[in-house]
């Protein structure tokens, strides 16, 4: 008989290396412009393969990861970015917000400088507390600072943490009529139509 043949090694392929960091940043950044939040996640965590302790590649997973409504897995980033020399306690604290975890919110925003964003989130905070007094002081401090549309921006972030039902009492409590700006009558239409209110929806619009 004639012997078979014996068959040759296999040798593995070696693997690809990835991508310089440089055009996987570049392909971050277009990802994020374009809203394409779950691809920015994914092109993150490469970048954080080789660089694990990259401050803007967490950052932006964790924007990301807000965009994409992905809370519970935000909170499980900064968890696990805890001993990094990066500060994510604002995030945190918007996430526990979200959650409706009130007083750890608030207990993370003690860590943060007053900016306009940490204040407009603590009023909203202090809102859902019941802490009128406290919230109004913030709101009032806001206005002193003169950032442009103020009332809009709050009843904004109000909806898209869908904190909808609280926009009409925020506005009464600010003393500001929703019908003061344009801008500020279709954020309020969001919210009404949020709770499926679509007489009010276009009687407000009209009305500004």
């Known amino acids: ?61 964790v924007v990301a990861l807000i965009k994409e409504d992905r809370i519970d897995d ?12 990066v500060d994510l306690s604002f995030f945190k604290a918007y996430c526990l917000y979200r959650q409706n975890k009130l007083d750890e919110s608030l207990e993370s925003l003690k860590s943060q400088e007053g900016t306009s964003a940490t204040l407009l989130l603590e009023s909203q905070i202090l809102y859902r507390l019941g802490k009128m007094d406290a919230c109004i002081d913030i709101y009032q401090k806001l206005q002193k600072s003169k950032i442009d549309s103020l009332e809009i921006n709050l009843v904004a972030g109000l909806v898209s943490a869908g904190r909808a039902s609280d926009v009409q009492g925020m506005l009464d409590a600010m003393r500001v009529k929703a019908t003061s700006s344009f801008e500020l009558a279709y954020n309020t239409a969001c919210s009404l139509i949020e709770r499926s209110k679509y007489k009010d929806v276009e009687q407000l619009l009209l009305s500004a």
Do not use: W, Y
């Open 1 to 61: 008989m004639v012997p078979k043949p014996k068959p040759k090694p296999t040798v593995s392929s070696p693997s690809q290396p990835p991508p310089p960091i440089e055009d996987l940043f570049t392909s971050l950044n277009l990802h994020i412009q374009r809203s394409q939040f779950d691809q920015a996640v994914k092109v993150a965590d490469q970048i954080l393969l080789v660089a694990p302790s990259d401050e803007d590649a967490i950052r932006c997973k």
């Open 74 to 85: 935000v909170l499980l980033v900064i968890q696990a970015s805890h001993r990094l020399p």
